[in-house]
């Protein structure tokens, strides 16, 4: 599970930033952001590096 989605409302960006910032599809992003996909641990260490937090951040607790 991940906190994609709560970062970017938090930061008040929008996925199609990130799509673009990333170089993802926008339907990839928001798969993520579902968490209906996990981004692999590259592509969520851009994501962090892309919003400015640690990758940690970007993952959920069970």
Do not use: F
């Not at 970017?8 to 209906?36: D, F, H, P, T, V």
Request: overall charge positive.
């Amino acid at each position: 599970m991940n906190r994609i989605k709560e970062v970017l409302a938090y930061k008040g960006i929008k996925q199609k930033w990130l799509a673009e910032k990333l170089g993802k599809s926008y339907n990839m992003i928001n798969c993520y952001a579902q968490n209906r996909r996990q981004p692999s641990l590259e592509d969520l260490y851009r994501i962090a590096e892309i919003l400015d937090v640690k990758a940690q951040e970007l993952l959920a607790e069970k």
